[in-house]
């Protein structure tokens, strides 16, 4: 079963109350479960109940009487022991057991209107007629609001006179106008690119798992499905391949015709992580046969290809527990490595987004445990293994979860996401060499781009890359596709000459090196110090008006900087010392862990000599008894012997007493025995 994040969580109050609606629930807190107890199994009516009441009431501070019948103790025992559960997470919970019990709840609750919804604040938006499933209504232009409330609408000569090459507007979303029969609305799917082609694997629809697989051609913008051959187990192994429908995974092209589907969420999950291969010259799956121990099987984690490498981090396993743990796939030897790094990881979490920076950092942002979102930024270095949380400057944004991301350059695009109560409208943008954010454009109303498990990818053609989005869910599935040109331009320039701030090396060892801080601080001042320098150059006639105030400045300048030096100076003494305590700490602990280790080698030793010496115990008992048993054999023999001479002697006693009186009595023993 798909363990993600409780089918999204966006416009949840909205959905919830509409699940609990076509269960049967009136809303109040005595609701009946009769309802309930006619369309599920009893244990999953109770549950239902105890999250609504949950999500409701919150936890529950009834008594339980001991008149209660036995049904009504049965729901209040549901109730009572969600303990303190957050109301968030019981609707997210309350929809999740229905989709799992009842798929298609959804598309038959009478009192849901699955219809675009357009806020009363900008009701002049004319509401943009739904593609349905099958994908027949004819391509039409489409407007997006943008954030001063503007309609930027698509023209058919904006978008598709050349493919992606022809869009005419930078740094806001536009929809194109695609052909064809579009795909299943979803959200939590895997996107890739090859030659101009987007590809669309799986997801989420109503609580059910897709496994097809669908294209865009980005040149005439058409949809097609990729018809999938029967294809084999492995190399090795030439049975068919089934492939389970999954959401949350990861799509990654791959060697120019190949896509990896990697991880994700399915309703009969492995124990281990699962690597699938899809060959776009063969159109068949077959399985990845890897090397190692594999991660635990999980859902919404992020994969991200660096050289030859997969880094996997985080997620959720099958059982709903969320994950902060680090794996390596090497492609070219297919081996699997658990890596242990330094500093403090980030919490454990799932939907969030992963980019890598110079082929050296890995960069987190975001994702959501099971009841809050988060907007923390966490750098591993690869190189040193080490993690470290720097400081983000500019416009940060704000906590999200189930966003999506792409790098262009250093430039990292955030698309997306949700926070447990609404979708998030704005683009933002991260400067990963000066990790400072800003706002690229912000859109209005409840429209896809607001969604939460859509997909972003980057396609370059003739030079020019854009970004394109699909799919999501912010309170209905979606299935259309928006593309941004990016300007490259950068917002914040005037700031960062104003403050600088410095590079991802710098921040992430300044993180967690003090005396890289104070050079990097230092050298921040020495900046300034040039730049004031050059404009009093620069404007020699004002210097020359002003002079005595500059060489007020200049001389104010000058004590800052030797304050500086001679705190750094200081700084570096207590750097030294810090660093011979440490390395004093680290001998005595070699020592230790030497005497430790001979510590242990002799308790070995002793506990192999203890365990022989029990068995030699063990041996000498069995040999004790087994005497004993014959010490008894052996007297009872010689009783027996002692009896048996006994009787020999009396027998010959009475023998050789009888022929006496026969020879005193005249008769011969011969005699006597044939008379008789």
């Given amino acids: 079963m798909a363990m993600a994040r409780a089918s999204s969580g966006l416009a949840y109050p909205e959905r919830f109350y509409a699940a609990a609606s076509y269960v049967g629930f009136d809303g109040s807190p005595n609701s009946s479960s009769k309802a309930l107890?006619?369309?599920?199994?009893?244990?999953?009516?109770?549950?239902?109940?105890?999250?609504?009441?949950?999500?409701?009431?919150?936890?529950?501070?009834?008594?339980?009487?001991?008149?209660w019948s036995p049904v009504e103790q049965s729901k209040w025992a549901s109730w009572h022991g969600l303990g303190n559960m957050a109301s968030t997470e019981a609707m997210r919970l309350f929809v999740k057991i229905l989709e799992e019990e009842d798929p298609g709840?959804?598309?038959?609750?009478?009192?849901?209107?699955?219809?675009?919804?357009?806020?009363?604040?900008?009701?002049?938006?004319?509401?943009?007629?739904?593609?349905?499933?099958?994908?027949?209504?004819?391509?039409?232009t489409k407007t997006i609001p943008t954030e001063n409330g503007s309609l930027l609408e698509t023209q058919d000569k904006d978008v598709v006179l050349e493919g992606l090459g022809s869009v005419g507007v930078y740094d806001q979303w536009?929809?194109?106008?695609?052909?064809?029969?579009?795909?299943?609305?979803?959200?939590?799917?895997?996107?890739?690119?090859?030659?101009?082609?987007?590809?669309?694997?799986?997801?989420?629809?109503?609580?059910?798992?897709?496994?097809?697989?669908?294209v865009l051609d980005l040149r005439s913008w058409t949809w097609s499905k990729v018809e999938v051959k029967s294809g084999a187990d492995s190399l090795e192994s030439p049975s068919p391949v089934p492939i389970p429908p999954c959401a949350g995974h990861s799509l990654i092209p791959w060697g120019g015709n190949k896509l990896l589907s990697i991880a994700g969420h399915t309703k009969d999950p492995s124990e281990a992580m699962q690597v699938k291969v899809f060959d776009l010259q063969t159109c068949t799956w077959s399985n990845l046969k890897t090397y190692g121990k594999p991660p635990v099987s999980r859902g919404g984690q992020s994969v991200t290809l660096v050289g030859t490498n997969l880094v996997i981090f985080g997620g959720q396993d099958a059982k709903r527990s969320l994950l902060n743990d680090l794996h390596i796939l090497d492609l070219e030897s297919l081996t699997w490595d658990e890596m242990d790094a330094l500093g403090v990881p980030p919490s454990p979490r799932s939907d969030h987004a992963a980019a890598v920076h110079a082929e050296r950092y890995l960069l987190i942002f975001g994702g959501g445990s099971h009841a809050t979102c988060f907007n923390d930024l966490h750098v591993l270095d690869l190189q040193a293994m080490e993690w470290s949380r720097p400081t983000q400057q500019g416009e940060i944004p704000t906590p999200r979860a189930g966003h999506a991301g792409v790098t262009v350059g250093e430039n990292w695009f955030i698309v997306g996401g949700g926070d447990n109560k609404s979708g998030v409208s704005e683009t933002v943008v991260l400067n990963m060499s000066t990790l400072v954010w800003s706002v690229v454009t912000i859109v209005q109303g409840r429209v896809p781009l607001a969604s939460e498990g859509l997909s972003l990818v980057l396609s370059s053609y003739s030079g020019q890359d854009i970004?394109?989005?699909?799919?999501?869910?912010?309170?209905?599935y979606n299935n259309e596709v928006n593309v941004l040109k990016p300007s490259h331009k950068s917002t914040l320039q005037s700031k960062m000459m104003e403050t600088p701030v410095p590079d991802s090396v710098s921040a992430v060892h300044n993180a967690t090196n003090a005396t890289r801080d104070l050079d990097s601080e230092f050298e921040t001042s020495q900046g300034k110090i040039r730049e004031i320098v050059m404009d009093n150059v620069d404007s020699?006639?004002?210097?020359?008006?002003?002079?005595?105030?500059?060489?007020?400045?200049?001389?104010?300048?000058?004590?800052?900087?030797?304050?500086?030096?001679?705190s750094l100076s200081k700084e570096n003494m207590q750097s030294l010392q810090l660093k011979e305590e440490l390395s004093e700490a680290e001998t005595r602990n070699r020592e230790l862990y030497k005497e430790l280790q001979s510590v242990r080698g002799q308790l070995a030793a002793e506990q192999s000599r203890c365990f022989k010496l029990e068995v030699d115990v063990a041996e000498l008992r069995q040999k004790l008894q087994m005497m004993e048993t014959l010490q008894k054999e052996l007297e009872l023999l010689q009783r027996q012997k002692a009896a048996s001479e006994q009787?020999?002697?009396?027998?010959?006693?009475?023998?050789?007493?009888?022929?006496?009186?026969?020879w005193l009595a005249g008769t011969p023993p011969d005699q006597k025995t044939d008379d008789a």
């Fill in 37 to 67: 107890t006619s369309k599920f199994a009893n244990d999953v009516a109770l549950l239902l109940y105890g999250l609504y009441q949950q999500a409701s009431s919150g936890p529950c501070k009834i008594p339980k009487p001991k008149g």
């Fill in 467 to 476: 970004l394109i989005s699909f799919g999501g869910y912010n309170g209905r």
């Fill in 540 to 566: 020699e006639p004002t210097r020359n008006q002003n002079k005595n105030s500059s060489e007020n400045v200049i001389a104010t300048l000058k004590a800052e900087k030797e304050e500086l030096e001679s």
């Fill in 647 to 662: 009787a020999a002697m009396n027998a010959k006693q009475k023998q050789g007493s009888g022929g006496m009186w026969g």
């Fill in 174 to 214: 536009v929809a194109p106008p695609v052909s064809g029969q579009r795909p299943k609305a979803r959200y939590e799917h895997g996107a890739a690119i090859i030659d101009d082609k987007m590809y669309i694997f799986g997801g989420n629809h109503n609580g059910r798992y897709l496994n097809d697989l669908q």
């Fill in 105 to 140: 709840w959804y598309s038959r609750a009478s009192n849901f209107v699955a219809e675009p919804v357009v806020d009363v604040e900008i009701n002049h938006i004319p509401k943009v007629k739904p593609v349905t499933d099958n994908g027949n209504t004819s391509p039409e």
